[in-house]
């Protein structure tokens, strides 16, 4: 058992799908025999990643990312380039509000999404525009981003191999 537990494990934490690590998953193991001479500690290590693997991917996974409460502070004219920024960023928006003169937006938008947000507000309001996240859920990713983390990750483990 310690030697199928240790190979399930090194799977779970390289992650089957696309490198990164499985979670809140329920192994079963039912059946399984052990010769005294032949059987090796390397034989059930290997025969439960494998075994694991297959399972995980015969199970439909999702994969999860991180999505965050953003407010974007900016005056009223930029109102309609930061909407549309944040809709081409898979965005979605909840409230808007007025505050002193100017329109604090408030959206969810998936961290991936966020990379160099910050210049990308500042050009699009002259730099008046300012922003804060904050974590707020995992979800599952839709599914033509995972189809395209699945080929890139095989795309990457076959140039590796």
Do not use: W
Request: one cysteine or more; glycine letters at 6%.
């Amino acid at each position: 058992m310690p030697a199928i537990l240790k190979g399930i494990n090194d799977k779970m934490t390289e992650g089957p799908l696309t490198g990164s690590y499985a979670r809140d998953i329920r192994v079963y193991i039912y059946d399984g025999k052990m010769h005294p001479v032949d059987s090796k500690e390397i034989a059930f290590i290997l025969a439960a990643r494998n075994a694991f693997k297959e399972a995980f991917r015969n199970a439909g996974p999702k994969i999860m990312e991180p999505i965050y409460d953003v407010d974007i502070l900016t005056p009223s004219e930029y109102v309609g380039p930061c909407m549309s920024d944040l809709n081409g960023r898979r965005g979605m928006i909840i409230n808007q509000d007025m505050d002193k003169g100017f329109t604090v937006l408030h959206a969810r938008v998936p961290l991936a999404e966020l990379y160099r947000y910050s210049t990308t507000l500042s050009s699009l309001t002259a730099g008046s525009a300012t922003f804060t996240m904050r974590f707020a859920e995992y979800q599952p990713v839709p599914t033509d981003v995972q189809t395209k983390l699945l080929a890139e990750y095989a795309a990457q483990a076959e140039e590796d191999e």
